[in-house]
């Protein structure tokens, strides 16, 4: 069985006494506390009858395989394996909806979880995309593009595909951009995968609301955790693993500082 670590926000309200009857909230506090096995060592026996019935329904919906990872893969900026594998997804399934995409983008703020090594479950792909974020594909003109990727460069990284390579100061700004190897063209048009959400210009990526010929699926079918787990599957058909390695495509370019020359 596989260790399964949950993690959930705890809220404490302070309230302020008085002698009226009412109470007023003076301050939120929020804190994550992580759930995995140091909390099993003494098992309620009461709790896991309570819970029985239900384990068998959740196990049967969480617990199917979709797929095989070559090692544990993480979403770190500037550049992460799991962020580098789940732009490069939204590349492999645009043509699925008869796209021909320059670039991939996915957020870090959308990734919740890790990927395991080893099998994949359905729970895996749920933990790493548990919203309801489906697939889109929008045009930015080369300058608007380059204005995103300076909005990327700002917050020291996302999610980039394969095609991308940028380099970014220690201060958060874009060095150079090039995208399948050529320089970033500010008077031609660039064609991208990513989520809805993004298109709005959020996580701090406003130059998306610049987005034209916007191709966004709302049926449930095109969300983000349902594709992911087809390229899994997809994999598996082919005998192989889901991996992902650290390429270049974010790299951080240290300034030497005045005393160190």
Same mark, same amino acid.
């Given at each position: ?11 404490? /309200?302070? /309230? ?9 909230? !003076?301050?939120?506090?929020?804190? *994550? +506390? ?17 819970? $029985? ?7 049967? +919906? ?18 992460? *394996? /799991? ?19 320059? /670039? ?16 994949? *479950? ?18 930015? !003109? ?51 995968? *990513? ?13 998306? $609301? ?17 594709? +992911? ?16 390695? +650290? ?15």
């Amino acid at each position: 069985m596989n260790k399964i670590a949950l993690a959930f926000s705890a809220v404490v /309200l302070a /309230l302020c006494s008085s002698c009226r009857t009412q109470y007023e909230v !003076s301050s939120v506090q929020r804190s *994550t +506390i992580l759930i995995d096995s140091r909390y099993d060592v003494n098992p309620s026996g009461e709790a896991a009858a309570f819970l $029985k019935p239900y384990k068998h329904v959740v196990d049967s +919906i969480m617990g199917p395989v979709v797929g095989q990872s070559a090692k544990y893969m993480t979403a770190e900026r500037p550049e992460g *394996t /799991l962020s580098n594998l789940l732009a490069d997804i939204m590349v492999w399934a645009s043509k699925n909806y008869g796209e021909t995409v320059d /670039l991939g983008v996915y957020n870090m703020g959308g990734v919740r979880a890790d990927l395991p090594k080893g099998p994949i *479950t359905y729970g895996d792909v749920l933990d790493i995309a548990p919203f309801e974020n489906k697939i889109a594909f929008t045009t930015l !003109s080369g300058e608007d593009l380059l204005e995103l990727f300076d909005e990327m460069a700002e917050v020291g990284g996302e999610g980039v595909s394969h095609s991308v390579r940028l380099v970014i100061s220690d201060d958060g700004d874009l060095v150079s951009a090039t995208v399948n190897g050529q320089p970033v063209d500010p008077k031609r048009d660039y064609r991208l995968a *990513t989520i809805d959400y993004l298109l709005g210009g959020t996580d701090k990526m406003s130059a998306f $609301k610049k987005g034209r010929k916007v191709n966004s699926p709302q049926e449930v079918s095109n969300n983000t955790r349902f594709i +992911i787990m087809d390229y899994f599957r997809h994999l598996t058909k082919q005998g192989l693993q889901a991996d992902a390695e +650290i390429e270049g495509r974010i790299v951080v370019k240290h300034e030497k500082k005045k005393d160190e020359d």
